[in-house]
Nanobody, 119 residues
């Protein structure tokens, strides 16, 4: 059984910063990549950033230069440092991991955490 547990998030004024963390635990054989999605009210869940086990990163254009994703392979953790936050960053943020428990790879999700940016 695999669990992704998130921490961080909350309420911040525009221009402020928040940090999200996520830790994967359980019977994990290998993690290919971890990352963050977000879902705003009335919108579909969308990728924010991801990082591979080799350290390659991808960001959605709207957060480039403001958000930084980092990971620790030894601890199976991923963090998202969010700076210069804007009201449009308001959403529920979900951690995800594409990992193998020994036989095949699949997506696993965290519980979600609210990020609210006030103007």
């Amino acid at each position: 059984q695999v669990q992704l547990v998130q921490s961080g998030g909350g309420l911040v004024q525009a221009g402020g910063s928040l940090r999200l963390s996520c830790a994967a635990s359980g019977t994990i054989f290998s993690i290919s990549r971890m990352g963050w999605f977000r879902q705003a009210p009335g919108k579909q869940r969308a990728l924010v950033a991801r990082i591979t086990s080799g350290g390659e990163t991808v960001y959605v254009d709207s957060v480039k230069g403001r958000f930084t994703i980092s990971g620790d392979n030894a601890k199976n953790t991923v963090q998202l440092q969010m700076n210069s936050l804007k009201p449009e960053d308001t959403a529920v943020y979900y951690c995800y991991a594409y990992l193998s428990t020994g036989r095949y790879y699949a997506d696993y999700w965290g519980q979600g955490t609210q990020v609210t940016v006030s103007s």
